[in-house]
């Protein structure tokens, strides 16, 4: 089993930056997925990124150019850095692992985003 705890959300304006962490309580050298997703109120819970082995990370359009993933096995820690934030990416975000065939969440940070 995985525990993942997110931290790093907050309230920020339009334009602003966030850096969202997630530990986990073990090694994460060896996990093969590590993601973020999202969800905003009244919608599905969806993917916004994740790097997998070898350091190879996805984006989904809608933050493409303006957010990065990175990981820190030293630290047993995935990143989330937000630049040029907008009203619509408001949502709770979601720490994933996909290891040993199972899907492990974190509890969720709260990011919210004025105009």
């Known amino acids: 089993q995985v525990q993942l705890v997110e931290s790093g959300g907050g309230l920020v304006q339009a334009g602003g930056s966030l850096r969202l962490s997630c530990a986990a309580s073990r090694n994460i050298f060896s996990i093969n997925r590590m993601g973020w997703y999202r969800q905003a109120p009244g919608k599905q819970r969806e993917l916004v990124a994740n790097i997998i082995s070898g350091g190879i990370t996805n984006y989904v359009d809608f933050v493409e150019g303006r957010f990065i993933i990175s990981r820190d096995n030293a630290k047993n820690t995935v990143y989330l850095q937000m630049n040029s934030l907008k009203p619509e990416d408001t949502a709770v975000y979601y720490c994933?692992?996909?290891?040993?065939?199972?899907?492990?969440w974190g509890q969720g940070t709260q990011v919210t985003v004025s105009s």
């Open positions: 994933n692992v996909f290891t040993g065939g199972f899907d492990y």
